[in-house]
């Protein structure tokens, strides 16, 4: 399977989004396909065995519309200028004409005597000529649109408008040729050539608002894109070089002066200096980096020169898969999002029911063919399916790219939903809670001293990756104790490690394990304890099948864990700690940051069955955790919180990523979550209710009631600033304050 990100031209509205969804689905090998009208682009999973990206493009264009393939690097969502230089001038030209309509309109419309010369220079020939300009130069683009939907089987918003200014012109034309008809018949000769063209005019220029206002919602996409450094200095040869960002290659030394922005992600070399990473990871503070360090692409450099070896370029770097990320997010769709959908794939032939019925029900009634003309393109002027159809893709817009912007990394719309209504928090303990560099606190050897104990150990621990192996190591390191070389070196996941060293065989690992094996361990029992209620984990050593000694192991708590637990906890959330070790050890430290419910003995591949059972409870549970072990929990959660400090498999496996690693970042993006949400459900709470109420209310109902909002005037007007209206909406969100925990 394979993923293509589309950006799409020539939409109109949210049915044409709907169209292309359809079209899309409808080719061979497409197992998943979602158009975003909001940010005019399309992510389509397919298999790409049967189809390709050319087969997509082609079923877009067959649709009527045009798709591009979006590059890597490439922001999503770019905002559009207002207008192009010829739409303003039809701005201009709409809004001086319609104005001018409006005024010999006035007596007409009030019942106040205007004077001969008045109605003489306001006569429907005048007008035919003041509105013909407006309906067919001004209201172009809405006749092509239409067209083109018309050709293609479907029904948009051009067609709505199309033909409601067509009716309120058309109708007109027919009293200003033929009077004496209406005379004849002792029927009034009114024109709405002003409605026709007032109509156009606002309907063109609230679009034009809306695609400016949506443009801002991807603001953060281009922020981070603006991250990116343009060019580099390199060393090639014995000469430095500054060279074009996309010339760099994987193992060019970059020398990064004062001030400047990091070119690449690389590894430094030489140098030290602090360098702001807020702006990718969201840490508040200057990291400091030293040789060896890791330097993240776009970061920016204090006051030191740093020398720095590139490790990853282009695609590959950091801030470029942040932002592919941030757009996958924004182009998925939120559950919430299905009951607009649905709608809006029949709003429009709904629409033009109404309208036909409309017309039929007032000539019936009433006898007016006038009153019957004007309600139906009052109908047909007021409905909106765009406001739907933006809803909710603005606000998971907006919302992701905050996160991002706050070092939060939220993959799709689902996960972002899933947040806001979540019952418990699960955490992984080391590296999550805990700082995740344990170190070794203390000793206890039976017979000889604590570097015999260390080198047993250390020999025994020297090729494993766990944790506490590499405390047990460094400890032996750094009390330079000679480690021998060991032979037959195997892990036993959740217990230990065993090998032969200097031809014995050495068990380094859980006392319990040990006493599995047969090995006595009463001798440990008292220390042991006292250790674990001290929140120290213990690792126990035999050789030859001898108890030596022991020691202990402690991992520091991260400075916020217990502030966070604390906000979590406010928040209504129950706060689980799930780990590996002991039930005093687990218990010390589910104490000391205020955590009740400890599951303490969890080996790795019990994790996700752990999580399995808070949802049975019935609890919609997250899983934070950073490590290997923690990739099935934190696929079997509702949502995986990964720590971005962790395993890329632990990444991989989540929903969210934290990217410094900071546990405030779970507060913010569940506060986050929580404020999209209620924001989508104030935009689809004002587009039914705007289309609920408007559609009748123009379709006259209400008559007499409501007789001034008849107005197709004003049904136009409401329709063109109903998307502009839950546009802004989405972006109050920016506004947002967020609180770290």
């Known amino acids: 399977m394979a993923t293509a990100q589309l950006r799409l031209e020539g939409m109109s509205c949210a049915a044409c989004a709907s169209a292309i969804e359809r079209s899309l689905l409808a080719v061979n090998g497409v197992d998943r396909a979602a158009v975003n009208f909001a940010l005019e682009q399309a992510s389509v999973d ?19 519309y045009v798709a591009l393939p979006i590059e890597a690097d490439a922001p999503a969502g770019e905002e559009k200028p207002l207008a192009s230089p010829e739409l303003t001038r039809k701005l201009w030209v709409g809004g001086i004409l319609s104005g001018l309509l409006v005024l010999g309109a006035i007596p007409s419309m009030t019942g106040l005597p205007a004077p001969q010369w008045w109605m003489r220079a306001h006569h429907p020939w005048v007008q035919l ?121 994987v193992g060019d030394v970059a020398i990064v002066r004062p001030g400047e922005r990091v070119p690449v992600d690389g590894v430094v070399l030489s140098g030290e200096s602090a360098v702001d990473e807020s702006m990718v990871t969201g840490e508040s503070f200057p990291v400091l980096k030293r040789t060896g360090a890791e330097a993240i692409g776009g970061t920016v450099n204090g006051t030191g020169a740093l020398r720095l ?98 070092g939060i990394l939220i993959k799709t719309a689902d996960s972002l939903e899933l947040a806001h209504s979540l019952d418990a928090i699960v955490l992984d303990k080391t590296g999550t809670l805990t700082e995740g560099k344990p170190a070794v606190t203390d000793g206890w050897a039976l017979a000889g001293d604590e570097a015999d104990l260390l080198r047993w150990a250390g020999a025994a621990e020297r090729y494993s990756e766990h944790p506490l192996a590499r405390a047990i190591v460094d400890c032996a390191g750094d009390r ?164 971005g400090t962790g395993t890329d498999v632990a990444i991989a496996a989540s929903d969210i990523t934290l990217v410094s690693g900071d546990l405030g970042g779970i507060v913010t993006a569940i506060q986050l979550s929580r404020a999209t949400i209620r924001n989508i459900r104030q935009n689809l709470f004002f587009a039914f209710a705007y289309n609920v109420a408007g559609i009748p209310i123009a379709a006259g109902l209400f008559y007499p009631l409501t007789g001034w909002l008849l107005s197709p005037i004003v049904a136009g007007a409401a329709m063109a600033f109903s998307s502009v209206s839950v546009v802004t909406n989405a972006l109050r969100l920016r506004r947002l304050a967020l609180d770290r925990g």
């Not at 298999?47 to 079923?59: I, K, Y």
């Not at 004849?184 to 679009?207: H, I, K, Q």
């Not at 036993?492 to 006493?515: C, D, F, Y």
């Open 46 to 64: 397919f298999d790409s065995g049967q189809t390709s990206v050319e087969q997509l493009q082609a079923a877009v264009e067959a649709a009527g």
């Open 129 to 249: 000529v003041l509105a013909a300009p407006v309906q067919f130069w001004v209201g172009q683009g809405f006749y092509l649109g239409a067209r083109a939907a018309i050709a293609r089987r479907t029904a948009d918003m051009n067609v709505l408008v199309a033909l409601g200014t067509s009716v309120a012109f058309g109708y007109s034309v027919f009293p200003t040729v033929w009077p004496a008809f209406f005379e004849a018949r002792g029927l009034p000769a009114d024109v709405y050539y002003e409605t026709a063209a007032v109509v156009t005019t606002l309907v063109l220029l609230g679009r034009l608002l809306e695609r400016r206002a949506r443009g801002k919602t991807s603001a953060a996409i281009r922020k981070l894109m603006g991250l990116q450094a343009k060019t580099a200095r390199v060393v090639r040869g014995d000469r430095e070089l500054d060279i074009p960002i996309a010339q760099v290659l």
């Open 309 to 406: 070896r590139a490790t990853r370029v282009g695609r590959d770097t950091v801030l470029a898969q942040i932002v592919q990320l941030v757009q996958q997010a924004q182009a998925s769709k939120a559950p919430i999002q299905r009951l607009a959908d649905r709608v809006t794939a029949y709003f429009v032939p709904a629409v033009l029911a109404i309208a036909a019925l409309t017309f039929l029900a007032w000539l019936i009634l009433a006898r007016n063919l006038g009153f019957a003309t004007i309600t139906t393109v009052g109908v047909l002027a007021i409905a909106c399916p765009c406001a739907l159809g933006l809803a909710t893709p603005t606000s998971i817009a907006v919302g992701t790219g905050m996160g991002a912007e706050r």
């Open 480 to 643: 330079q104790v000679d480690l021998p070389e060991p032979q037959q070196f195997e892990a036993v996941v959740g217990r230990g490690v065993t090998a032969i060293v200097e031809g014995q065989r050495v068990n380094v690992g859980t006392v319990q394990w040990l006493s599995e094996l047969g090995i006595a361990t009463d001798a440990a029992v008292q220390r042991q304890r006292e250790w674990e209620q001290g929140g120290q984990t213990v690792v126990a050593i035999a050789v030859a099948e001898e108890l030596q000694g022991m020691v202990a192991i402690a991992d520091r708590l991260k400075p916020t864990s217990e502030e966070v637990v604390g906000r979590l906890q406010k928040m209504g959330l129950e706060v689980v700690m799930l780990t590996g070790d002991n039930a005093r050890t687990a218990r010390a430290i589910g104490d000391r940051v205020g955590i009740e419910r400890v599951i303490a003995g969890v080996r790795p591949e019990q994790k996700a069955e752990h999580i399995l059972r808070l949802q049975q409870e019935g609890k919609r549970v997250a899983m934070v955790g950073d490590g290997i072990n923690d990739a099935p929990a934190l696929a079997q959660a509702d949502v995986g919180i990964s720590i």
